[in-house]
Each structure stands twice: as C-alpha cells, then as structure tokens.
C-alpha cells in the first residue's frame, strides 16, 4: 500500500511515520492486502490533535475519517478505529457478493431426510 503523510504546522518524523505505518497494518490485513494507498493528513492545533485520513480500496471504494485526541497517537487510534469500521462494512458487502458452494453438513441433513420422507409411510392405490 502506497502511503502519503504529510503535516501541518507539524514535521512528520521517523517516529510518527512507523506509528502511522503500524496503525495502519491493522487496516491492511482487514482489507486483504485490498487497499491500494492511504492519504493521512496530521495537524497540531491548539486544543490538540487531529488526523485525517483517507484510504483508497479496489473496486473505486474511498474511506475517509477523522480523528482528534489530546496528542497525534491518541488521534491517530481514532481514525484507524473509524477506518476498521468502515473496512468492515465494505468487506462484508464484497463478501456477500461472492457465490459460496452449499456446505457438506447441510447436503447430508437433506439427503437424510429425503429418505426418510420417501419411505416413511405407504401409499394406497385410492389416494
């Protein structure tokens, strides 16, 4: 997955890149390897901090979320969190796309009872 991270009013630092890039992992393997890049945007404000991330996935899906926190780790949690959710949701619909084959248990319980119907009970002629 490709990465851009930039910062305002912030320099982006080897530290702060490996803990985007761990966060991140989380999404990545959610996504099975799915996401194409990530955008994250890290802004220093007064009151804290606030992240703002946006992840492109095959199929032309864009997530985006924001998270703000007291200092960049917290916000940086709280976007991936909203993130996941979102990521969830989107594989849950590709899941649901896909054509599953009918399972072996089930193929038995209705071979089972297909025997017992046919042979539970004799017919008459006059019926």
Known sequence: MRL???GH???ITPSLRRIVTTKLTKLERLMD????SAQVVLFSERTGARVEMSL???GEKFLHSTGTGDDLRVAIGAAVDKLVQQGKTVKGKWQA???HPARATSRAV???KKKTAAGGR???VTE
């Open 4 to 6: 851009e991270l930039t």
């Open 9 to 11: 009013q912030l320099e």
């Open 33 to 36: 390897d799915a996401a194409v």
């Open 56 to 58: 492109h996935a095959r």
């Open 97 to 99: 796309r896909q054509r």
């Open 110 to 112: 209705k071979a089972g």
């Open 122 to 124: 004799k017919r008459s």
